[in-house]
Structures are given as structure tokens and as C-alpha cells.
């Protein structure tokens, strides 16, 4: 959603993405944006099937020089995970605005 409305999100948290689902469409919109994305995005080591995704994603955000990052955490895909896990402090300030 923020790749297709930049002027209206300046940052992007996922936890767990599902980026792999449409994969090809969220690296054409990456393409084609202007305006930088702050990202964040973690997941687990037991979500062997988000890694590679996780990886292209973060290899495209470095090529445009985008702020982004990237944390493999040890868990699942579940409540149990996110819970234990919620937006790290670095996530927090990676967010910060400055003014």
C-alpha cells in the first residue's frame, strides 16, 4: 500500500509479510517509486518460506538506498512469536521523525 501511495506513507513495518504472494508486483512498484520508504521487517526462523522473499526485498531496498531493516527472530508464525517479539526499540527509533 505505501509503494502505491507514497505521498501518503513514508514508512512500511511488517512482521512476518507474506511478500512472496505477489512478489512481482511489490518489486515493480519499487521500481517505479520516487519518494523514499522507510522499512522494517522481521520474521521468524521457523518461516523458512518468507526467507528468500525477506532477502530480495531488502537486496532492492539496498540498490535504491532506501533506510530499511531487516531481523530474522527466533520463532514462529503466531501469536506466540509476535507477542514475545512486538516492534523492537530499533524499529521504533528507525521510525523517529526528526525535525
Not at 505521498?7 to 523514499?36: I, M, P, R
Amino acid at each position: 500500500m505505501a509503494l502505491s501511495r507514497p505521498q501518503l506513507f513514508s514508512k512500511v513495518g511488517g512482521q512476518s509479510s507474506g511478500l512472496q504472494l505477489d512478489e512481482k508486483k511489490l518489486a515493480s512498484l519499487l521500481g517505479a517509486a520516487k519518494d523514499t520508504i522507510r522499512f522494517y521487517s522481521d520474521f521468524g526462523t521457523y518461516e523458512p518460506h518468507f526467507i528468500p522473499a525477506h532477502e530480495r526485498l531488502v537486496a532492492l531496498l539496498k540498490q535504491k538506498r532506501w533506510p530499511c531493516i531487516y531481523q530474522e527472530l527466533a520463532g514462529g508464525h503466531n501469536w506466540t512469536s509476535w507477542r514475545q517479539y512486538p516492534i523492537s526499540r530499533t524499529a521504533s527509533e528507525h521510525f523517529e521523525t526528526k525535525i
